[in-house]
């Protein structure tokens, strides 16, 4: 069965610096990747996904996310926090052999200061 | 830009009690998915539909729990008889991709209180 393991319950970053939110992931077969956020009392919102192709992949608000097939890991980036990045983020796969649910992790709470 | 409804957005009920929550998936999608979230936590799956019918459900998709489609809109999750445990957010989401590259589009959730 899949799942994904988001290490940091929160992570803080000061405005202007570079942010990085990690996730790993287990598949039997070959993952699809993806990335939502939630802010306060909202949906989920997709960010961008990994499927096929270049590892590094670009979405919405900035953000981006590195493919690493070695270390199992689809780590979330952007090169300059904003304070309203602030949420709730989310890593999720889903196994492209077996399954069509997508598996969340506990989800990675972002603090921007300002 | 089209998106997925969900009502209530608020319910509470008593314990024992049936609750439906509702959904309108986006109008062109074709699997449809229910996830629920515990005090803000993680997202659980529960389960997903495609063609009318169930195509995987999770361990929490117990006995109490039932999905329908009852017309080309709406699609419902059905709790029989409530627990305290049942509390939580809802979400509905919809794909038009099954077991490909397609994200979920997610609704904005039903708060269900159970007391």
């Known amino acids: 069965a899949q799942s994904v393991a988001q290490p940091e319950d929160q992570v803080n970053v000061a405005e202007g610096n570079p942010l990085t939110v990690k996730c790993t992931y287990s598949v039997s077969g070959n993952p699809y990747l993806f990335w939502y956020v939630q802010y306060p009392n909202r949906g989920l919102q997709f960010l961008l996904k990994y499927i096929t192709g270049d590892n590094l992949v670009k979405g919405s608000y900035g953000f981006e996310a590195e493919f690493n097939k070695s270390q199992t890991s689809f780590h979330l980036k952007k090169p300059s926090a904003l304070v309203s990045d602030s949420a709730l983020y989310f890593c999720a796969v889903r196994d492209m052999n077996r399954d069509d649910k997508i598996i969340f992790g506990k989800g990675t709470r972002l603090h921007i200061l300002p | 830009e089209p998106e997925v409804t969900q009502t209530p957005s608020h319910q509470v009920t008593q314990m024992g009690q049936e609750v439906i929550l509702r959904c309108v998936p986006i109008?062109?999608?074709?699997?449809f998915y229910w996830y629920r979230q515990i005090l803000g936590q993680k997202v659980e799956f529960l389960v997903s539909f495609y063609n009318n019918e169930i195509s995987e459900k999770s361990e929490i998709f117990d006995d109490q729990f039932s999905v329908e489609r009852p017309d080309g809109s709406n699609f419902t999750l059905k709790i029989r008889s409530t627990k305290l445990e049942d509390s939580a957010m809802y979400f509905c989401a919809s794909s038009d991709d099954r077991g490909l590259a397609g994200e979920l589009f997610f609704g904005e959730g039903s708060r269900l209180t159970v007391l």
């Open positions: 109008s062109n999608h074709l699997y």
